[in-house]
């Protein structure tokens, strides 16, 4: 979709509702650092060339009209009466959004037509992608100064506290501040971040992505118990090491304090650790266009997520050993929240054709599934585009 289409769908739809203004935001593969940001820890998400693009126009009243070109569906509320929708749940980001302007400034209605390509329900931030194209819309179209990052923070509360999942923070900050060929190192606990030139281009490699395709449905209730875990291992380490408020201020060189916690938390934070010092060690060679360290870090990453953190599944697992098995590959893991959704490959470009063939030779038949697979380009991150 290009913005005159947009543009041409929303006159079609809202017929004398004046010029809209065009906005996108990217959804995210990362690379690298996974479960570590709601530890305060380090993230190396990319932007990709997938994005989910609004247009909208102010209204004289407090009526929202909401138009899905995917869904082809229409829905209004009111901003004076913000409730979650059971039947159009895809409006609960907008409506989340609205919720989180209001606590501070007023808001006029809107005539809002949107669409996308983030696949959904894939672990590649379709959600994050919604809350931060709408915040960029809104402010937008009422001319307020809130800064990227304040909009970062208020569309990662609309999906904590409206749609109610309790996300950490990287996905809206990537699908906000991401570059143009570059991927982004955050300090989840700063909030400082680094744009890394990516080299995999010029080393004649790409980032492959493959979803799965299991419906992540245990997502939300294991994400919140690790997240649980995850604190309660930092209470336990607090005795030996009171300076701790996160797992992200335990480093490798604790790991002694760690193997005295009980067998489950010992696990989850075994991996929050080594997991944060892989990221680190990952900006560096990437940095460095060093890709063969870099993936044998992805691959390091998999298998603690797979042994430790214990997100993965079998599917996962299948479709990053056969990507391992493929001799172009540098390295390759799961990606996101876990339970399904996407893993993402560092390979070298020769070798995709080989990739997408084992693939679809094995895949589909030991799990009975049909994998989609993706060549992903590190995208800009949302912007108004007219
Ligand atoms: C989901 C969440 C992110 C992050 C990842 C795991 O994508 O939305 O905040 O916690 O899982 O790294």
Known sequence: MNVQKIVSAFHRQFPGAGEPIVARAPGRVNLIGEHTDYNDGFVLPMAIDAQIMLAGSLRTDQEVHLYSLDFQSGVQFSLQDLKRSTTASWSNYIRGVCAMFLEFTALKGMNIVLTGNVPQGAGLSSSAALEVGTALLIRNLHGLDTDAVALVKLAQRAENEFVGVNCGIMDQFISMLGKKGHVLFLDCRSLEYELVPVPFAANNAAIVVIDSAVKRGLVSSEYNL????????????????????????????????????????????????????????????????????????????????????????????????????VPGTYGSRMTGAGFGGCTVTLISNEYIDQLKDVVSEHYPRQTGLQPRIFVFNASEGAEQLA
Do not use: W
């Open 226 to 325: 690790r997240r649980s875990q995850c604190e309660a291992a930092v209470e336990q380490l607090k005795q030996d090491l009171p300076h701790v408020r996160a797992l992200r201020d335990v480093n490798t060189a604790n790991l002694d304090l760690v193997e005295k916690l009980p067998s489950d938390l010992r696990k989850r934070a075994r991996h929050v650790i080594t997991e944060n010092q892989r990221v680190l060690d990952a900006a560096k060679h990437l940095a460095a266009g060093n890709l063969q360290e870099f993936g044998q870090l992805m691959n390091q990453s998999h298998a603690s997520l797979r042994d430790d953190y214990e997100v993965s599944c079998g599917e996962l697992d299948l479709l990053v050993e056969l990507a391992q098995s």
